[in-house]
């Protein structure tokens, strides 16, 4: 009998365990995305102890891999109508309206154009992933189709808002079981740290490269043309095209810039990447995501530089106040209707910006440009010999 007994409570274990298992099946994908999460935050734990440096590569792509993107883009692009045909086939398909004899050929035709670039994903909010990739990849897009690392496939992205002047873009798509990426402060970065850089180069998704930051703040390349905010981390880790968009991260898996663009004549690697860095694109990213516009606040100053000062005026006041600092940013004009009047006065030379030294204009514009709207920028600055902290709140610009 108790063998029977036995029996019994084993079978009705057995069956409550197979419907069990029945009705389960839909709750697998919530397991498995679980248990990857889990293996995501045990590996980010590791990453902070680990010595040996393969194993460290390893860690950062199982950390990072899961967030890239490759991102598929069709523009309509402006081209010269240069048809292949003969007068008497124009007419067929352009008649002549306005009886001059000749078919009316438009000068301009529309015409679609693919390429392909990567993105990161930086957050999931109720299953909308929010990627963060360059403008030159996603900007103008009519069509955009995301790839995830495990293959999946979604039609469904749309951009959110797009900056020219920093060349990003935030892209959002419907999708379940994915997972964002993890800021890094940018400013820790220093030359000579290890990084790895993630994307689609050539289309061949899931690739990563890794090498050295071989230089900090490079500016005035010509990448973003005269009004463009360059700032960028110069990176000796492979970047091919199809990289652009894709995250830079560090050793503890951090995204610490997004690629950008390489330097070479031919097109191809060279060893000279450039990648924004995340402070500047994750003020971006958030603005982007939520207003789908940027706002930047500005000094409302002329100014110059004080070590190759480009206005003759400039450098010959600085002379004058004999300031012998061999950096800052010289003031030489404050109009009445912008927000530095009564704070700044000409001839004051800021040296520093939120604790920050400033060594030319266009690392002033960059950290200003990079600070959320309605934040209050901390200025030291140096007038008739004496250091002065002055508070000013950049007040964002007008549109044109």
Not at 150 to 162: C, E, F, I, P, Y
Not at 179 to 186: F, L, P, Q, V
Not at 232 to 239: E, M, T
């Amino acid at each position: 009998m108790t063998a029977l007994r036995r029996f019994m409570t084993g079978s009705a274990v057995a069956g409550t365990a197979l419907v069990a298992s029945f009705f389960a099946t839909g709750l697998v994908k919530d397991v498995q995305f679980a248990r990857a999460e889990t293996k995501v935050e045990n590996t980010r734990e590791q990453l902070a102890q680990v010595e040996d440096l393969a194993t460290v590569f390893r860690n950062v792509g199982k950390v990072v891999e899961p967030s890239v993107v490759n991102i598929n883009v069709t523009k309509s692009v402006r081209t010269s109508a240069r048809l292949p045909f003969d007068d008497d086939m124009l007419r067929k398909f352009f008649p002549d309206r306005d009886g001059d004899g000749e078919p009316d050929v438009p000068d301009e035709l529309d015409q679609p154009m693919q390429g392909t670039g990567s993105g990161v994903i930086m957050e999931v909010k109720d299953n909308v992933a929010y990627i963060i990739t360059n403008n030159h990849v996603a900007g103008g897009a009519t069509e955009l189709k995301v790839t995830l690392i495990d293959g999946r496939v979604l039609s469904n992205a749309k951009v959110v808002g797009t900056d020219p002047k920093t060349d990003l873009a935030v892209v959002k798509v419907d999708a379940d079981h994915v997972m964002g990426a993890k800021w890094g402060n940018s400013d820790e970065l220093q030359k000579g740290d290890w990084i790895m850089a993630f994307g689609s180069p050539f289309g061949y998704i899931g690739s990563m490269t890794h090498g050295i930051v071989s230089a900090l703040n490079r500016n005035n390349i010509g990448i973003l043309g005269t009004m463009g905010y360059e700032n960028f981390i110069q990176v000796d880790a492979p970047i091919n095209p199809g990289n652009s968009g894709g995250p830079l991260v560090n050793v503890h898996g951090e995204v610490v810039g997004i690629n950008t663009a390489i330097a070479s004549v031919t097109g191809g690697f060279a060893g000279v990447g450039f990648a924004i860095p995340s402070n500047q694109a994750k003020v971006v990213y958030q603005q982007l995501r939520d207003k789908g516009k940027i706002t930047r606040g500005y000094l409302g100053v002329a100014i110059d530089d004080v070590k190759n000062p480009k206005n003759p005026q400039a450098a010959r006041v600085v002379k004058e106040i004999g300031y012998e600092g061999k950096d800052g940013i010289f003031v030489w004009q404050v109009p009445g209707d912008g927000p530095s009047k009564g704070i700044l006065e000409p001839g004051d030379v800021i040296t520093k910006l939120n604790g920050k030294d400033v060594t030319d204009v266009q690392a002033l514009r960059n950290e200003i440009a990079s600070m959320a709207p309605g934040t209050e920028a901390k200025l030291q600055v140096v007038r008739e010999g004496k250091t002065k902290d002055l508070p000013l709140l950049p007040r964002p610009r007008r549109r044109r």
